[in-house]
Structure formats: structure tokens, C-alpha cells
């Protein structure tokens, strides 16, 4: 998985990346991802943000942010995890774990953006940036097809 990030990260993110609330509640209260998945939101939104900007110059802000709520949301992030193999990763609770919680879709793009949000704090915004529009070449590129036009 880290290899087809084309970057390293430490054990400690990694490992907090992975670990969802469900872990925490059973196994005594261990840090979870959900502060590394609203970091890593946020970080997203503005690389998207940012490269629609330059991609799409005479689209107005409102097109812009549909297009960018398109392009962040679970149906275009999943994919990118189940890609990279993330539910594998996981450390998630006995209950998710019976119920199939390596394969929801919500906890595998917080997942995502979790690991986005330790890229940036492990490399910065500029390797950040690299591997998001590397990894979300398609999505983005189907943007480009779509123009404007994508809701």
C-alpha cells in the first residue's frame, strides 16, 4: 500500500490513520483517525479546490464548489481506498468486524482522508498535493471531460 503511495509515513500516523472508533471503544480508549480524517478533509477540499481553480479559469465559485463536492465525497474517495486496499489496514472493533466494516464506505473514505491528513502533517502540503492528484488522476480528469456540467 505505501509503495503505490510513492511516499513513507511513520508508524505511529499510520497506525492512527487506521484505527476507528469501534477499536478505541473496545480496546480502552486509544486515540481514533477522526481528528486526522477532519484534518485530512480539509487538506483535500483545498487541493481540489485549488486544482479546479487552475483547470476550470472561467467557471464561477458556485460551479466550482459543486464540482469540487463531487469530487471529495464518499462515492469518488471509496473507490481510491478500496484501490489502495485500505479496510485491510484497519483496526477496527469486534462489532465492525462481524458487520464487514473493512468494506463500508463511510469508514473507508474517513480512512482516506485520515491518511491524506498524516501525509500532510508527515511531508507538508506540496507531497500532500502530489499524491492526492496522482491518486485522484481519474476522478479529476472525468471532471475535466464533464466541465462545468458536473454536479
Known amino acids: ?73 464518499n462515492p469518488a474517495l471509496v473507490p481510491i481506498a478500496k484501490e489502495l486496499e485500505l479496510g485491510q489496514y484497519l483496526r477496527i472493533g469486534r462489532g465492525e468486524e462481524i458487520t464487514g466494516g473493512r468494506e463500508k464506505n463511510s469508514i473507508l473514505a474517513n480512512a482516506f482522508e485520515a491518511l491524506v491528513g498524516a501525509i500532510y502533517l508527515d511531508h507538508g502540503y506540496e507531497v500532500t498535493t502530489a499524491v492526492v492528484l496522482r491518486l485522484m488522476e481519474g476522478v479529476i480528469a472525468e471532471a475535466v471531460e464533464r466541465g462545468a456540467g458536473l454536479d
Open 1 to 73: 500500500m505505501l509503495a503505490s503511495l510513492g511516499t513513507t509515513l511513520s508508524s505511529e500516523l499510520l497506525e492512527l490513520a487506521f484505527t476507528h472508533g469501534s477499536y478505541s471503544r473496545e480496546f480502552g480508549g486509544v486515540p481514533t483517525n477522526e481528528r486526522l480524517e477532519h484534518l485530512g478533509d480539509s487538506v483535500l477540499e483545498l487541493i481540489i479546490t485549488g486544482e479546479l481553480y487552475r483547470k476550470f479559469p472561467d467557471v464561477d465559485e458556485s460551479r466550482l464548489s459543486k464540482m469540487r463536492a463531487g469530487l471529495v465525497n
